[in-house]
């Protein structure tokens, strides 16, 4: 018998006499003392047992370390399993999985966000949580309903959240001080505006040395802003395949980071080559995720900020969503030890290891109810800010896809905010181009669920 199946096999006959082979036996560890037993009674010897669990992820200089902590921690718990985890740059990741993936090498366990779980789902290419591991209460009653509401289809979970996020406001208290402006939360955007005019200070040759609002994290700014102004209605019409932005509410959403460059000149595109340095004290208002505490927090103590919650427009007040982003981890159909691979994920992903990423300042917010609500969090001053942005927060910005549709929108981006055509025009044109994309896709899905 293959070595992979004795070790799967053991592992569920661990459940089932974990309390008989510790009295037998007394052994510390009750996962050794089930493999040993298996063998034994199937004659094989523990030494040739092994597993290998391949873990594919995009690079993240603080993820790194303690998911590999953890690996270790869950190998020594689980003699014969070798996590085998692989973090790797954002900008080759997408490329190498989809290829591997079509190639039927593709790892046991990849790094995916919300677009692109429900495109693999229908593609085939994940399995769902078996309720050996996790039941489907179990995980409803443990992970908060918005990281995981994007991850469960035909009434099955495929994947658990991970790497959660939502969007603050970011300001910086010295420079509000300086400008003799109050540091409170705004009613609405236009107040921003109005506070990022003031904060946005020129040269005597009118160069700019300090800018009002930061435009580097720019992805996180439009979609914000277009999931706001197209309020109640998401950026895409997930019935039809087609954006919503092309209509008058979208283009307004448009119109108005145009008008932050060249009508209120209180952001510039080209400010320190990214569109402003809020880490290094050059802009004071800066849209960006949860994330961004972990760069601030680690490496920038110097930085006295505050976290508000992100206003809706004036002219629609009730408009007080926010842009969610959730990634999580999922096993692949082609996964010879998917109950053991799924062990891993719920071992790395519990209420001790998230509780591990938020001692250890990963910036990604908990998922687990019993982490998030922790009191031990509450002295951080910006933790409410982040709760009750959680609150408002939803992922109507994208339906499926990810680094395509980004491309996409990162193109209408550029167009507007470095004037290379009128805003609607832009609009018009990008938009003709993401639809074109989602019916390409609505085909592939139609021809692969035939």
């Given amino acids: 018998m293959e070595q992979c199946r004795q070790m799967e096999r053991a592992l569920k006959i661990q459940k089932i006499t974990r309390g008989v082979t510790l009295m037998r036996l007394g052994l ?18 523990i030494a040739s047992a092994s597993v290998k669990i391949t873990h594919w992820q995009q690079h993240s200089d603080y993820w790194v370390d303690v998911v590999a902590s953890l690996a270790r921690d869950f190998e020594k718990d689980n003699p014969g399993v070798k996590i085998d985890f692989n973090p790797m740059p954002y900008a080759n990741y997408w490329e190498k999985l989809m290829i591997s993936l079509e190639a039927g090498t593709g790892p046991d366990i990849m790094q995916i966000p919300y677009g692109v779980a429900r495109e693999f789902y229908i593609q085939g290419h994940i399995q769902p949580v078996p309720a050996s591991v996790m039941t489907k209460s179990e995980i409803e009653n443990d992970f908060l309903a918005w990281t995981i509401e994007d991850f469960k289809f035909d009434d099955e979970y495929y994947g658990i959240p991970v790497d959660c996020q939502t969007m603050l406001l970011y300001v910086n208290r010295g420079m509000f001080d300086a400008a003799g402006i109050e540091v409170k939360q705004p009613e609405s955007w236009d107040e921003v505006v109005e506070w990022a005019k003031k904060l946005t200070i020129r040269d005597s040759r009118n160069r700019v040395t300090q ?52 009508k209120h000149k209180a952001a510039d595109p080209t400010f320190m080559g990214t569109g402003g340095n809020f880490e290094q004290q050059r802009s004071a208002i800066k849209l960006d995720g949860t ?72 910036g990604f917010l908990p998922s687990r109810k019993n982490v998030i609500y922790d009191e031990r969090w509450h002295s951080d001053p910006n933790w409410q800010t982040i ?22 929108r990162g193109q209408l981006w550029e167009a507007v905010v470095n004037n290379t055509m009128p805003v609607d025009d832009a609009v018009r044109k990008f938009a003709d181009e993401e639809n074109l994309l989602l019916q390409e896709k609505k085909a592939l899905f139609e021809s692969a669920l035939q």
Avoid at 213 to 239: C, H
Avoid at 243 to 253: F, L
Avoid at 342 to 352: G, M, P
Avoid at 387 to 408: E, F, K, Q
């Fill in 291 to 362: 994330w961004y505490r972990a760069t601030l927090d680690n490496d920038y103590t110097e930085v006295d900020y505050v976290t508000l919650l992100v206003p809706p427009p004036a002219h629609k007040p009730e408009a007080k969503v926010n842009r969610a982003v959730k990634w999580g981890w999922f096993v692949a159909s082609t996964c010879k030890n998917p109950e053991v691979a799924w062990e891993w994920i719920k071992y790395a992903s519990n209420d001790d290891a998230q509780t591990y990423w938020q001692e250890n300042k990963l």
């Fill in 28 to 45: 510390v560890r009750a996962q050794v003392a089930m493999v040993l037993i298996f063998c034994v009674l199937l004659g094989a010897q």
């Fill in 387 to 408: 709760l009750d942005a959680m609150d408002r927060s939803s992922s109507t910005d994208t339906i499926v896809g990810w680094a395509d549709v980004n491309r996409i």
């Fill in 211 to 262: 800018i009002g609002f930061d435009t580097s994290a720019r992805r996180g700014i439009y979609k914000t802003i277009m999931m706001q102004w197209l309020y109640p209605n998401g950026l895409v019409d997930s019935e039809n395949m087609k954006v919503n932005y092309d209509s008058p509410d979208g283009i307004a959403a448009w119109q108005f980071m145009s008008d932050l460059v060249y």
